[in-house]
């Protein structure tokens, strides 16, 4: 099955910094890679994904990007702010295959420091 | 307003008591599925379904049960909870199983002593 490594487990920036949070796929079927929020005590919701066709995606201050052939996926947020501040999750699946078990990554804690 | 609905927000339970936690969506969304997330541990995948009457294990099914009779509801059923199944529970639902966004509920804190 799929194994999801999000390699840092806390990172801490200062306001206006970039930051990036990336992770590591194991099974090369896997197509499709979304990204979830979760801030303190709230549920974890979609921030960005990116479809296995496509090498980058932007939206406003984040972005994501895609190595296939290294089988790695970026987030990538760009003048960060005190709200920026949560949980970050990758995840990873094999949308087309007979099953969809979505794997996640077990979390970056992302700290912005005002 | 569209949305995952879980009960309840809060349980506390003694070992082998059985109990439902509810999961209930009103997008029509065909996949629903369970998750629990632990401290260093992430959100992992407990069982999820594609549809209704289709069900499947996701990657630590063992001492849960799942049932999805109905489109909009998928409950999480513990027959004799222990002591490792005290955990934060994610209900999340999507349209399809194809690049879908999913929508989680606001989680059910168990604690089981």
């Known amino acids: 099955g799929e194994n999801v490594e999000q390699h840092l487990s806390t990172l801490s920036v200062q306001e206006g910094d970039s930051a990036v949070i990336k992770c590591t796929y194991s099974?090369?079927?896997?197509?499709?890679f979304p990204w979830y929020k979760q801030e303190l005590g709230k549920r974890p919701q979609l921030i960005i994904d990116?479809?296995?066709?496509?090498g980058e995606k932007k939206d406003q201050r984040i972005a994501v990007t895609l190595n296939k052939t290294a089988k790695h996926f970026s987030l990538h947020i760009t003048e960060t702010q005190p709200e920026d501040s949560a949980v970050y999750f990758c995840?990873?699946?094999?949308?087309?295959?007979?099953?969809?078990?979505?794997?996640f990554g077990k979390g970056t804690l992302l700290t912005v420091n005002p | 307003e569209a949305q995952v609905t879980q009960n309840p927000r809060y349980l506390i339970t003694v070992t082998g008591k059985k109990l439902t936690v509810t999961c209930s969506q009103n997008?029509?969304?065909?996949?629903m599925s369970w998750y629990r997330q632990d401290p260093g541990l992430g959100l992992r995948q407990i069982y999820y379904?594609?549809?209704?009457?289709?069900?499947d294990k996701g990657d630590v099914p063992e001492g849960y049960k799942v049932s999805r009779k109905e489109k909009r509801n998928f409950p999480l059923i513990l027959e004799s909870p222990s002591p490792n199944q005290t955990s934060l529970y994610f209900c999340?639902?999507?349209?399809?199983?194809?690049?879908?966004?999913?929508?989680f509920g606001n989680g059910t804190r168990l604690t089981v002593t």
């Open positions: 379904s594609m549809n209704v009457e289709v069900t």
């Open positions: 995840a990873a699946t094999n949308s087309g295959g007979s099953n969809y078990k979505l794997t």
């Open positions: 999340a639902s999507s349209l399809s199983r194809i690049n879908s966004p999913l929508h």
């Open positions: 099974d090369s079927a896997s197509n499709y």
């Open positions: 990116i479809r296995s066709n496509v």
């Open positions: 997008m029509n969304h065909e996949y």
